[in-house]
């Protein structure tokens, strides 16, 4: 048994851009336990969903496709040609997949375009109907987090588009955590009347997740310290005025922190009574236990595949994980059959 979990876990390892299955049964550190690949030759996965099927689809951020997932098959749904890649972290990025999708074949998607990062509904093969616009798109610091809360609404997480100035400010939509409805109309029960801001003074957030109905969301740092945040309605979580912990009065420091050079935390997920969160800089995912509204020590898991993007509890109990380590930041492009031929 051994000998065949390292095999399955060399196989793994050796993708270059792979999404990863951790068994079901897996108990405690999950990545002493077989893993089996169920996808190669990516681009760069964003963001890993679930249809009413219990079939996987995902984004790939810099060839703007959607694809299905279904055992080991992978399939192209479409490709979202208003999407545009800023040679850095914007492209084709968060999804979340329609309540009614058996019905209406719809998702809806966070991208960048030439002007901005927006928020659409799309049925697939057909034209984007933007519902949110105007949150600010720079090379990098997109944000691009899209889920549905534990409340029935859309939540997204912003960048603050390299501009630090946008995160202290209510009236635009960089660097805050947003929630709306499948109009984009605000949420009921947001702080500001109108306003589908939730929460400000973020720099980079990315990943967003819900143990019962608390959130929490991952956040990059500048060049000292990256963050879980427990995301509550109009708190004030710092940037640019703190970056980790402060005590800067009306600024809300965040629930776990670590070195920029551990980290890079884009996707997180509650699994098995943990958060999940991967991480592109640190490449490796960290475990930390979750008790209440307690967060325990974080553990580091799966170090061997490199930067991991996507944490993605599936319907059938496994835990799914989208490595991009073809992504440079733009130089070389994800594209380069160089780096696609390494996966060999």
């Not at 851009?17 to 089996?36: I, N």
């Not at 299905?68 to 192209?76: A, D, L």
């Not at 939540?155 to 955590?177: C, I, M, R």
């Not at 109009?234 to 965040?254: D, R």
Request: charged fraction near 15%; include cysteine.
């Amino acid at each position: 048994m051994r000998a065949r979990r390292i095999a399955a876990a060399a196989a793994c390892t050796a993708a270059v851009a792979t999404l990863c299955v951790v068994p079901a049964s897996a108990q405690g550190d999950p990545s002493a336990l077989a893993e089996r690949t169920l996808a190669t030759k990516l681009d760069i996965p964003w963001d890993i969903e679930f249809l009413p099927d219990g079939s996987g689809i995902f984004t790939e951020r810099d060839t703007r496709k959607i694809k299905k997932i279904k055992g080991t098959t992978v399939t192209e749904l479409d490709t979202v040609e208003q999407a545009q890649t800023t040679g850095g972290e914007g492209g084709l990025l968060g999804l979340a997949v329609s309540k009614t999708f058996a019905t209406d074949n719809s998702v809806f998607i966070y991208y960048s375009t030439a002007n901005d990062n927006r928020i659409a509904k799309l049925q697939l093969g057909g034209t984007p109907q933007p519902i949110v616009t105007g949150i600010p798109k720079n090379r990098y610091h997109n944000g691009g987090g899209l889920e549905w809360g534990p409340d029935g609404f859309l939540w997204a997480t912003t960048g603050d588009g390299q501009n630090t100035s946008t995160a202290q400010n209510w009236n635009s939509l960089g660097g805050k955590v947003l929630r709306f409805d499948t109009a984009g109309k605000a949420a009921a029960g947001n702080p500001r009347a109108g306003s589908v801001v939730y929460s400000i003074g973020h720099r980079n957030v990315q990943g967003i997740t819900w143990v019962g109905n608390t959130a929490y969301a991952t956040e990059f740092g500048n060049s000292r310290t990256d963050e879980i945040n427990r995301i509550e309605a109009g708190k004030n979580y710092g940037w640019p005025t703190c970056e980790g912990n402060c005590s800067t009065a009306g600024m809300t420091n965040p629930v776990k922190t670590w070195s920029t050079s551990q980290a890079g935390p884009s996707g997180i997920a509650f699994y098995k009574n943990a958060l999940y969160v991967g991480a592109v800089t640190g490449k490796r995912v960290w475990k930390i236990p979750v008790n209440g509204t307690s967060l325990g020590t974080p553990q580091s898991v799966f170090t061997s595949y490199g930067r991991v993007r996507a944490v993605a509890p599936a319907p059938d109990g496994t835990l799914w994980l989208g490595t991009s380590n073809q992504d440079n930041n733009g130089s070389p492009s994800s594209n380069d059959d160089r780096i696609i031929s390494t996966d060999g």
